[in-house]
């Protein structure tokens, strides 16, 4: 039995299991999302690198007597089978020019293939501060977080009063509205991408926030989780409400949405995911940069023949930030919410 | 002071009947409980009052006038529910305030209300908790005290003390009673708790399959009911009720079931009849001597609860009758008892179950 | 919020007044429902008027009508089992790339959303930290997801070289349709399990743990409790895993886009993405195909819906 | 004011040299403001197409599919100071922005024209003592060549060709492939484009190539081996002139990375024409300040500066004429410059027909889809013919149906 | 048959213990029931029998052997669960063979059992359903069958009868008393329902805070209680028990509690002491003319059930006694009454609650 072990029972091959699986599954959960983070932080040259090294490393360099620049340094196999560090001074074809910077006069000719660079943990900060100060990071940031809190309260706003009308009422073609709202649970917006920028072109609404807001505002997913929800509320709640003289408006506001806050909550998580992750739809119906979504700002390094790829993990790292923020906050919305919402 | 009139009031749940035309006039003032079998339609017509069910034909009269079109929130009645159905979210205080918020009331005036019924009902010092917090009997009072701050025309319970334990009932079931003492305001009741309906009421209405079966003061309804079930219904333990024949003899009457026959008066007006049901509740059988009994009955089990003892036993021939004593009878199961029924105290009811006699004249 | 309430609610009050409270709920619905009817039916309606036209334009009227001709180009088949017979192969290739996928993907989520539920069911220490540490995928971006993997996987990336220190050779996984396949699959399942790991949890939870106990009193083995209680219980909540499960990975796009690309090949081309492709990153946008074969994944995922819908309605009655 | 959008994306650091000139003119313009829009390229060749058909586009765009857009090109003609001077200075590339049948509207120019070619890793050759191939080498010279060098040094890839149609071309041209019949209807399958067709087939099979670009993604997706390249993993790369800024950026002086001459066939020694192009829009609604700033953008002086900034190919003949002034001191970007322009003149007219072509994209995904699709094993080179075939008719006829 | 000891047994979670040292000894065939108030440690002690909750320290004795290592499934004994704790998924067969199967009994003897329990218990036509399509009495039978098809060393009951209503409770308490007695087998039984305990009983076990505070049969405790806890937990309604001083004054003993001064009789042996506790039940107290009083009190409330009456009425500067009579007391709220302590049934406590005398001669 996989479900509860009680106290002083002795080992059984489940437990053994249960605590392999969750190691495991943490760092399998986990594990790709700080190695997206740690590679973010090295140099285009150190995210090229084969094998990969786990931290972000950068070459040595140091001054020497006699050259302008820093040099390179390097450890170098000499053919009788020393090693020696030495900086460079130049390459040319497969040899290179050498030098040891305690003894900046002589320089050593070296095949290139005997020498390893020399490295130090070095964090490129560039990967961040570039982009950031290249763009309007904070228009962006800005649009992006109106978008995604407008819409959120918009989607809260209208889902659960829709919510609240299919769960409290009965009337005719509530059945109708529920097959509706599930059947259009199953429309990837993807394939009405183009027919959906036509009714935005027609409502002048291209390059405004509005556009990016208004359309996902109406989810099934929110309604449908949210009446769910309000069907397990009792109705001698609502019963109570109406004989306190309660009008239908104050019954929704004052009672039933306080009450379905939990559902609220994971509604709120998941709205916040959809709008702060958008991006091929903002894509689409924005194209002036101060109406960009971070989303739109930060892939802005995906070129047509080269892919910035420093740049573009650091983005991704800093697009996680809110996301890693909202998980923490709200992850026990998340962990109970859910479960009690039944979401189903 | 209200007064609440039904008249031939029916509800319909799409082709299903559960209200077959009920009249009552409950006078102002006064403490009616509904009583009767679990969906008999108790709830229904309780909500019907409230204006939480629409009448499917009938009127609804409250204060002279016809209510049916009126929704619940504006009737200025009251509603305890079963699960108190206080709002969770709510500060207790809060939760008496509600309705008196939603009805625009001066900020001081709620306060002055609020406050009084919480000193009145002793639950001043939870005032700021959430119902969470509270005990059963703590919620219950705070219902209570959301009723009372509205200041409402009728106060109607649906059951509002089956979810607390038998202790804190009984105390509960006392508070109700001082308390409509003292607002004195016209209150509705519904529950299935025996003890509660005879103990609160001034006034009992038995229902029965979505009609009245008898209407009438507690003891009324104790020492007078009208019909077996009404008969069965009231006290507890139940009424044996055995079915029996009348036969005369003698100038005297005998009620004939099985093997036994048990003599009464002929001062009752029966005719001879094959179907007949006589009635004695648990206490009024006594245990007496063989000579005076008038049936001797087989022990099946004999509960001894102190103070108290219930016998459950058989006669030849006849169901199982109970009897209620008071002290602890030293009776073993498997021992013969000889049993007598007190006339003054027995019922007598025709084939169609209808009343002949409550009480036979020696 | 107090502001707010006190604004709306004079409004509704009056409109409560007027219309009565049986009409309310009709007002409730009304904002979301026109919504939804602009910005997602209206769509709809004009994508089957493109599935109906042709051309590459864009406005409906310099579209010609050309009925179902776009369909019956996708149902042009010598041979339906056999894309390589059709006209339209690579709709053909989506659907059964779809239909491969769809089975493994659901059954492992379904087996590993399972097993999951059940060791975070258990007593064990940090169990709200677990739940979270397995749900933490759920709310990443797909592109995220995707380009998190695929910097794991390429040839140079971090799998490849923990697999040639310890002494194999470096796959290809992008080169190999069943390594592209599986990492498709073994992504999306990463990406989503702990959605559905959730909704088993819940249902597991909702089993009374006195049924445990009785079957314990009973003298029931572990594994046979589980097969017996755990699982016969579980089982609507399974099943609402299984559809919705199936609806989403009918749907899937982005993130095996940007991981695989589609390929080897078609090796991993869905359905969604022949329509994208068709009708929006084709030099020659075609809509109208684009439309008709989104037509037909909608019919198809609308009888998955009347299945779930069958599904739990009899679970409510049964 | 007067504000004028730029749709914009970028490869390197075209969009900041850009901007710099975008600001002097600002500030010697101060009635117009003219904002970049950068967005990623997948909105170019995505959403943009999408937007110019809606009618909700912006005053000009970078764009790489040059005639498929054309229909949205505004005419500049009315609105530029001196039209000899476009005809002049950008004749060639002016007949690519045009729709058929038009020889006269002058819509754009091109940021930057691109040659198609190889990069070696020279440095790998000296390790492993492999001569380059010279002048007038085959493909097969080269492939011989480069199978030699991996084999000695173990270098993974011994070639690697960008997974473009555009890069296929300019091979399949040197073989004789036509791309066109005799009226000019495209006509991709021939048996100069079976011959380039068929090696690539090979390469792939014999591990000359790595199956990792062409067959991994589907459909008509572009990947490159830069990276690879610039990690010395690959001894020749197949790509074009746009890799040197980042080649010079990220190998520095790691290696030798040498542009050398496209490679021959038999019908020719051609690598492909092409690049982006700052286009004028239709649906701009200041059409004399957006001849106004193309007259700018256009001289020869601010071209000078943004060439040599960003280390592109001269799209304007008379720099390519006088050489422009690259600000880099690499000697081995300094060499690709050299190499690949010097290549432009050699360039086969088919390669520049195709370039200009309105539906040549079409042609390039077909060829490129259907071939991935060979090399991986779902097709046989014969059935993937007829595919191309196929997808090109379909295409065009979907396309012309709408008139 | 079996006899199940408990030495010293000691629970914790955590660091809280809740039962602390229970020495108890189950005799063979024994009905048992567990009383005390909510939370007192009775399930936990009968958890503790079953084997679903390990001792923390103490030892649990089955006929003789040890079992605190054995898991619960294999001490063979059969647990009732309040809430049935049906198999929801199984047919009522099902449900009751899945223990069998278990034990991978042949299908024929399987098959025989479940048979001859259902047609014991009377559910022989619902073989077939599913628990949720039975009511809440066939439910509990199906609880019970599962248990009996096992033939189990003992059967444990968790309060099997709490989610029932009152009327199946006194029918279903009767079927388990002839149970018993039909089977014969250990049973042990947790309750909060005085009535259970009284009339189930061979010997009721108080618990209160995880500590015994009386075990005895069920008349024993209610004539003896050994301490104030036995006294006001058994019996119901409450004995009514009244904090006073004892004085000595003429030979005799007075209880004197406010004003009020009760005489005793000297009999029992009591030095003058300032706090004592007086107890009596509300039977045991008797409506008198005012000369045989002890005391007179003004009646706060009374409840009429026909067949019974309870006065609750408060004598000056006592606390409010209730008072229990058979019959329709003409009583009214405000009435005073002349009350007389039985003193036979009477109980004395001394300072710590310890009982002095149980019954006081005259
Ligand atoms: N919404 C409804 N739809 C259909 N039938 C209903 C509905 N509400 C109640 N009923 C039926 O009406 C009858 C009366 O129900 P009601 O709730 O009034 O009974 P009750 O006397 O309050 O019973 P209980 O003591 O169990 O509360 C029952 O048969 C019930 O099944
Ligand atoms: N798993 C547990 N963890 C911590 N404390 C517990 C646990 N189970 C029970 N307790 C505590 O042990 C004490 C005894 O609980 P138990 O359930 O045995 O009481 P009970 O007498 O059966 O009460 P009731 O009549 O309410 O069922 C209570 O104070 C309870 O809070
Ligand atoms: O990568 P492609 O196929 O778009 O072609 C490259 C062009 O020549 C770059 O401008
Ligand atoms: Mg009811
Ligand atoms: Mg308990």
Same mark, same amino acid.
């Given at each position: ?11 059984h ?7 392999l ?23 285009p040259?150190?995210?090229?690198e084969?094998p990969?090294?786990l931290?972000?490393l ?8 006699g050259h302008?620049? &820093? ?23 497969i ?21 390893? &660079? ?8 560039e990967?961040?501060t570039?982009?950031l100060?290249? +763009?309007n ?7 992006s ?25 009965e +009337?005719k073609?509530r059945?109708?509205?529920m097959l ?29 926030l509005?556009?990016?807001i208004l359309p ?5 997913t929110g ?12 109705r ?5 409400a ?15 949405? &306080?009450l ?5 909550a ?22 002036r ?28 790292v ?5 996301v ?7 992850q026990? +919305?998340?962990?109970t ?6 979401m189903? | 002071?209200t ?8 509800? *319909? ?8 035309g ?25 909500r ?11 009127d ?22 079963q ?9 207790v ?15 001081e ?7 009084? *019924? ?10 700021k ?11 219950q ?29 009984v105390?509960?079931?006392k ?23 005879? %103990?609160?009421?001034? %006034?009992?209405?038995?229902l029965? *399959?979505g009609r ?23 006290g507890s ?11 005369? @003899? ?15 008066s ?6 001879? @009849?094959?179907?007949? %049901?006589?009635g004695a ?18 022990v ?12 459950y ?10 009897v ?13 008892v ?9 019922h ?10 409550n009480g036979?004249?020696? | ?6 604004l ?18 009709y ?5 979301n ?19 109906v ?5 864009l406005?409906?009227n ?13 149902a042009?088949?010598g ?29 492992? #989520? ?15 220490r940090?169990?709200?930290f677990?739940?979270?540490a ?8 797909p ?5 998190i993997w ?28 069943t390594?592209? #396949? ?10 989503? #399990? ?10 597991l ?15 029931t083995k ?5 097969w017996r209680?755990?699982?016969p ?16 990975a ?13 390929g ?19 030099q ?9 074969a989104?037509?037909?994944l ?14 739990t309605r009899?679970?409510?009655?049964g | 004011?007067t504000?004028?959008r ?6 390197g650091?075209?969009?900041?040299v850009? !901007? ?13 403001k ?7 390229y ?5 959403s ?9 586009g912006p ?29 002049t ?7 690519w ?10 819509s ?7 040659v ?9 050759f ?8 010279g ?22 890839i ?9 890069r296929?071309?300019?091979?399949a041209?040197s ?82 990375w040498?542009?050398?001459?496209a ?16 286009v ?10 957006v ?19 960003t280390?592109?190919?001269?799209g ?28 432009v ?7 520049f027909d195709?370039q ?43 396309k012309e !149906?709408?008139?």
């Amino acid at each position: 039995m996989l479900t509860a072990r009680r106290g002083g029972a002795s080992w059984h091959w489940t437990d053994v299991f249960t605590y392999l699986y969750l190691a495991f599954g943490v760092c399998l959960m986990f594990g790709p999302v700080l190695w997206l983070a740690l590679s973010s932080f090295k140099t285009p040259a150190g995210l090229l690198e084969f094998p990969p090294t786990l931290l972000p490393l950068g070459q040595i360099e140091v001054e020497v007597e006699g050259h302008d620049k &820093p040099l390179p340094l390097y450890e170098v196999t000499m053919e009788d089978g020393s090693v020696r560090e030495l900086a460079q001074i130049r390459r040319i074809g497969i040899i290179a020019q050498m030098v040891d910077p305690a003894d900046p006069e002589t320089s050593i000719r070296v095949p290139i293939a005997s020498r390893e &660079p020399i490295r130090e943990f070095r964090v490129a900060w560039e990967n961040y501060t570039n982009p950031l100060e290249r +763009f309007n990071f904070l228009t962006y940031l800005n649009n992006s977080v109106i978008v995604t809190v407008v819409a959120t309260l918009i989607t809260l706003l209208i889902n659960s009063m829709a919510a609240f009308g299919l769960a409290i009422y009965e +009337f005719k073609g509530r059945n109708a509205v529920m097959l509706f709202v599930i059947g259009t649970l199953m429309i990837p917006i993807t394939i009405i991408l183009v027919p959906a920028y036509l009714v935005v072109t027609q409502l002048n609404m291209v390059n405004t926030l509005w556009a990016v807001i208004l359309p996902g505002a109406a989810t099934p997913t929110g309604v449908f989780l949210l009446r769910q929800y309000m069907l397990t509320l009792p109705r001698d709640l609502i019963e109570a409400a109406r004989m306190d003289k309660a009008s239908e408006w104050a019954i929704y506001w004052r009672i039933v949405l &306080p009450l379905s806050l939990p559902a609220i909550a994971v509604l709120a998580i998941f709205s916040v995911m959809w709008r702060w992750n958008d991006f091929l739809w903002p894509l689409v119906v924005l194209n002036r940069s101060e109406v960009y979504t971070l989303q739109i700002g930060l892939n802005a390094f995906q070129g047509e023949l080269d892919v910035q790829w420093h740049y573009v993990l650091a983005m991704t790292v800093v697009t996680l930030i809110p996301v890693a923020l909202v998980f923490a906050f709200l992850q026990r +919305f998340i962990t109970t919410g859910i479960a009690s919402t039944g979401m189903k | 002071m209200t007064e609440i009139i039904l008249k031939d009031v029916r509800k *319909a749940y799409g082709d299903v009947e559960v209200i077959h035309g009920i009249d009552l006039s409950i006078d102002s003032g006064k403490f009616v409980v509904f009583v009767g079998p679990s969906g008999c339609g108790k709830s229904t017509l309780l909500r019907i009052i409230a204006g939480l069910e629409g009448v499917t034909s009938g009127d609804v009269v409250i204060d002279g006038d016809v209510v049916n079109e009126q929704p619940a929130s504006e009737r200025g009645l009251a509603m305890v529910f079963q699960s108190y159905a206080l709002y969770p979210h709510m500060s207790v205080y809060k939760n008496m305030a509600f309705g008196l918020e939603n009805s625009k009331m001066r900020r001081e005036e709620i306060d002055r209300r609020v406050n009084d *019924a919480a000193s009145m009902l002793q639950i001043t010092p939870y005032l700021k908790r959430r119902p969470k917090a509270l005990s059963g009997g703590q919620r219950q009072r705070v219902a209570i005290g959301r009723a009372i701050v509205r200041d409402p025309k009728a106060f109607l319970f649906d059951e509002p003390l089956s979810n607390l334990d038998a202790e804190l009932r009984v105390a509960m079931r006392k508070e109700l009673a001082s308390l409509h003492a003292k607002l004195g305001g016209t209150m509705i009741y519904v529950t299935h708790d025996q003890v509660e309906a005879m %103990t609160l009421a001034n %006034t009992i209405v038995v229902l029965n *399959a979505g009609r009245i079966e008898q209407v009438g003061a507690p003891l009324d309804l104790y020492n007078r009911p009208q019909n077996t079930f009404v008969a069965g219904f009231i006290g507890s333990p139940r009424m044996n009720l055995v079915d029996a024949a009348a036969e005369a @003899s003698d100038g005297r009457i005998e009620l004939v079931t099985g093997p036994q026959r048990i003599a009464i008066s002929s001062s009752i007006r029966i005719t001879r @009849s094959d179907k007949i %049901t006589f009635g004695a509740r648990p206490e009024h059988i006594e245990i007496v001597d063989e000579k005076d009994a008038d049936i001797t009955a087989t022990v099946d089990l004999s509960e001894q609860l102190g103070g108290e003892t219930y016998l459950y036993c058989t006669p030849d021939g006849m169901p199982q009758l109970t009897v209620h004593q008071l002290g602890q009878l030293p009776v073993q199961r498997g021992q013969e008892v000889h049993l007598r029924f007190d006339r003054a105290s027995m019922h007598l009811f025709d084939g169609d179950g209808k009343v002949i006699a409550n009480g036979i004249p020696q | 919020m107090r502001i707010l309430f006190g604004l709306l609610e004079t409004p509704f009050r009056a409109l409560q007044r007027l219309l009565g409270i049986g009409r309310m709920p009709y007002i409730f619905l009304l904002p979301n429902l026109a919504f939804f009817g602009i910005f997602v039916i209206v769509p709809l309606i004009i994508n089957f008027a493109f599935s109906v036209t042709g051309g590459d334009e864009l406005f409906l009227n310099d579209r010609p009508y050309i009925g179902g001709e776009q369909y019956s180009y996708l149902a042009d088949c010598g041979n339906y089992l056999d894309p390589q017979s059709c006209r339209e192969d690579r709709f053909w290739r989506g659907i059964y790339n779809t239909i491969t996928f769809v089975f493994f993907q659901v059954a492992f #989520m379904v087996l590993f959303s399972l097993i999951t539920a059940l060791i975070l069911n258990r007593e064990i220490r940090g169990r709200g930290f677990f739940r979270a540490a397995f749900f933490f995928p759920v709310l990443l971006s797909p592109v995220v997801v995707a380009l998190i993997w695929k910097w794991i996987l390429l040839r140079d990336g971090v799998l490849n070289a923990g697999l040639t220190s310890i002494g194999f050779e470096r796959i290809l996984f992008f080169v190999d349709p069943t390594w592209s #396949m599986f990492w498709a699959i073994f992504v999306s399942i990463w990406a989503h #399990m702990g959605f559905y790991t959730l909704i088993l949890l819940a249902g597991l939870q909702a089993i009374p743990p006195d049924l445990y106990e009785a079957a314990e009193m009973d003298g029931t083995k572990r594994e046979r409790v589980f097969w017996r209680i755990t699982l016969p219980l579980l089982w609507p909540n399974l099943l609402v895993v299984i559809v919705l499960a199936l609806i989403k990975a009918v749907q899937i796009f982005d993130e095996v886009f940007v991981l695989t690309g589609g390929g080897p090949g078609t090796a991993t081309q869905f359905i969604v993405q022949y329509i994208y492709t068709t009708g929006f990153s084709n030099q020659v946008q075609n809509f109208g195909l684009a439309a008709a074969a989104s037509v037909v994944l909608g019919v198809v995922l609308f009888v998955l819906t009347l299945v779930q819908l069958a599904v739990t309605r009899r679970r409510e009655d049964g | 004011e007067t504000e004028l959008r730029i749709t914009w994306y970028n490869d390197g650091n075209e969009g900041e040299v850009m !901007r710099e000139i975008l600001d002097r003119y600002e500030a010697a313009n101060p009635d117009v403001k003219v904002t970049l829009d950068v967005v990623p390229y997948k909105a170019i060749l995505e959403s943009l197409p999408v937007q110019l058909a809606a009618g909700e586009g912006p005053d000009l765009a970078r764009v790489t599919d040059l005639g498929g857009l054309s229909e949205h090109y505004m005419d500049l003609t009315p609105h530029i100071s001196d039209a000899a001077y476009w005809e002049t200075n950008f004749g060639p590339f002016l007949k690519w922005l045009r729709q058929p049948g038009d020889d006269s509207a002058i819509s754009g120019f091109m940021t930057q024209l691109t040659v198609t070619g190889p990069y070696v890793n020279k440095t790998l050759f000296e390790q492993a003592g492999v001569d380059l191939p010279g002048d007038g080498a085959t493909w097969d010279d080269w492939a011989v060549a480069v199978r030699e060098v991996a084999d000695k040094l173990e270098i993974p890839i011994p070639m690697a060709w960008d997974r473009s149609g555009h890069r296929v071309s300019g091979p399949a041209i040197s073989m004789g492939a036509k791309m066109f019949d005799a009226d000019g209807k495209p006509a991709l399958v021939d048996d100069g484009l079976k011959a380039m067709a068929g090696k690539l087939y090979d390469w792939h099979q014999d591990g000359t190539m790595p199956k990792e670009l062409w067959g991994s993604v589907s459909g008509s997706q572009y990947l490159g081996a830069n990276e690879d390249f610039a990690n010395a993993q690959v001894a020749m790369y197949m790509s074009g002139s746009w890799q040197i800024p980042q080649f010079a950026d990220k190998i520095g002086d790691a290696f030798d990375w040498w542009a050398v001459p496209a490679p021959c066939g038999p019908a020719a020694c051609t690598g492909m024409p092409g690049g982006a192009a700052l286009v004028a829009l239709k649906t701009s609604e200041h059409p004399e300040e957006v001849g106004k700033l193309m007259d700018y953008l256009s001289s020869e002086e601010v071209l000078n500066e943004f060439y040599g900034k960003t280390l592109f190919i001269p799209g304007h003949l008379g720099l390519a004429a006088n050489g422009v002034e690259f600000q880099t001191d690499d000697p081995r970007a300094k060499h690709a410059l050299e190499t690949f322009a010097a290549a432009v003149p050699g360039i086969s007219p088919t390669a520049f027909d195709l370039q200009g072509y309105v539906n040549n994209r079409v042609m390039f995904n077909a060829l490129i889809s259907r071939l991935g699709e060979a090399i991986v094993g779902e097709l046989t080179l014969d059935e993937a013919y007829d595919r191309m075939t196929q997808d090109v008719e379909q295409q065009i006829a979907e396309k012309e !149906r709408g008139g």
